[in-house]
T-cell receptor, first 113, second 112 residues
Framework: GAGVSQSPRYKVAKRGQDVALRCDPISGHVSLFWYQQALGQGPEFLTYFQNEAQLDKSGLPSDRFFAERPEGSVSTLKIQRTQQEDSAVYLC???????????FGPGTRLLVL | GENVGLHLPTLSVQEGDNSIINCAYSNSASDYFIWYKQESGKGPQFIIDIRSNMDKRQGQRVTVLLNKTVKHLSLQIAATQPGDSAVYFCAENEWGAQKLVFGQGTRLTINP
């Protein structure tokens, strides 16, 4: 069946631009996660949704980062006024319920110039 | 590739040999552990998981061992194939915390 999909796969932004990254989780998955992966590192947690409720946003690095999942399905991660240090791969994962296996999408590679 | 891996531990094995990838975790409250495989340009792919009430779990060509006493996790891959070349991450999850905490990663290279 269809896995987690993300778009765009690649995004180049000029410093100061706003970007929006989309995640389509596996159909029926209640839990949705965003992670940030720097080059050569493991993914690091950003935020977590259960249905439309954002239950944990402790990993968001600054108030320039904002995530939403208004209908409990598709999620968008928005980064305002992008900085060079925001360059990374942004990964979305979903799981059927809490404490179950998280399945990852292919990621969006963001490059801020 | 995506992971330059300048600081990644590396493991090189001959095709057909068995591979063992190790991981130390830090949170004694973690009760769920997962191994992911990540190929260049792709997201992490689930391989196998284990909960803290077990010390061994087997899948197809893979075995995960958990030693809670020393907080150590290992992934064994039998009869390694070229397609096994990737970066392997262990991840831990504390009950109720939801988020995964990933280890450093190990780059596995298969020599023909």
């Amino acid at each position: 069946g269809a896995g987690v999909s993300q778009s765009p796969r690649y995004k180049v932004a000029k410093r100061g631009q706003d970007v929006a990254l989309r995640c389509d989780p596996i159909s029926g998955h209640v839990s949705l996660f965003w992670y940030q992966q720097a080059l050569g590192q493991g993914p690091e947690f950003l935020t977590y949704f259960q249905n439309e409720a954002q239950l944990d946003k402790s990993g968001l690095p600054s108030d320039r980062f904002f995530a939403e999942r208004p209908e409990g399905s598709v999620s968008t991660l928005k980064i305002q006024r992008t900085q060079q240090e925001d360059s990374a791969v942004y990964l979305c994962a979903s799981s059927i319920r809490q404490q179950e296996t998280q399945y990852f999408g292919p990621g969006t590679r963001l490059l801020v110039l | 590739g995506e992971n330059v891996g300048l600081h990644l531990p590396t493991l090189s094995v001959q095709e057909g040999d068995n591979s063992i990838i190790n991981c130390a975790y830090s949170n004694s409250a973690s009760d769920y552990f997962i191994w992911y495989k990540q190929e260049s340009g792709k997201g992490p792919q689930f391989i196998i998981d284990i909960r803290s009430n077990m010390d061994k779990r087997q899948g197809q060509r893979v075995t995960v061992l958990l030693n809670k006493t020393v907080k150590h996790l290992s992934l064994q891959i039998a009869a390694t194939q070229p397609g096994d070349s990737a970066v392997y991450f262990c991840a831990e999850n504390e009950w109720g915390a939801q988020k995964l905490v990933f280890g450093q990663g190990t780059r596995l290279t298969i020599n023909p």
